[in-house]
């Protein structure tokens, strides 16, 4: 079992930037592609970032070049910065683990753990 921790939300002018944090415990971390998904109100969780054990990263067209996410095996740690924020960028982010390589990082449905969210809101 794996359990996962979010931090780092808050609320942030447009332009700013934020680094989120995810702690996880439980398991080998090494082992386990991570991801990030959002949901915000009425809407359904969409995918943002994933990095998988060999450090494959894959993100979403929507935050490119403008978001990254980071793995430190060492400490269990993954990690968001998020620079250049928008206001559709408000949202609960929440950080998933992937144990089995099941199929796309980009799905919800593969991800074994999740964490409880932390809320980001963008103003304008």
């Known amino acids: 079992q794996v359990q996962l921790v979010e931090s780092g939300g808050g609320l942030v002018q447009a332009g700013g930037s934020l680094r989120l944090s995810c702690a996880a415990s439980?398991?080998?971390?090494?082992?386990?592609?991570m991801g990030w998904f959002r949901q915000a109100p009425g809407k359904e969780r969409d995918f943002v970032a994933a990095?998988?054990?060999?450090?494959?990263?894959y993100y979403a067209d929507s935050v490119k070049g403008r978001f990254t996410i980071s793995r430190d095996n060492a400490k269990n740690m993954v990690y968001l910065q998020m620079n250049s924020l928008k206001p559709e960028d408000t949202a609960v982010y929440y950080c998933?683990?992937?144990?089995?390589?099941?199929?796309?990082?980009?799905?919800?449905?593969?991800?074994?753990?999740w964490g409880q969210g932390t809320q980001v809101t963008v103003s304008s």
């Open positions: 439980g398991g080998t971390f090494s082992r386990y592609h």
């Open positions: 990095i998988n054990w060999s450090v494959g990263i």
């Open positions: 998933a683990a992937e144990a089995d390589g099941r199929g796309s990082l980009r799905r919800t449905d593969v991800y074994d753990y």
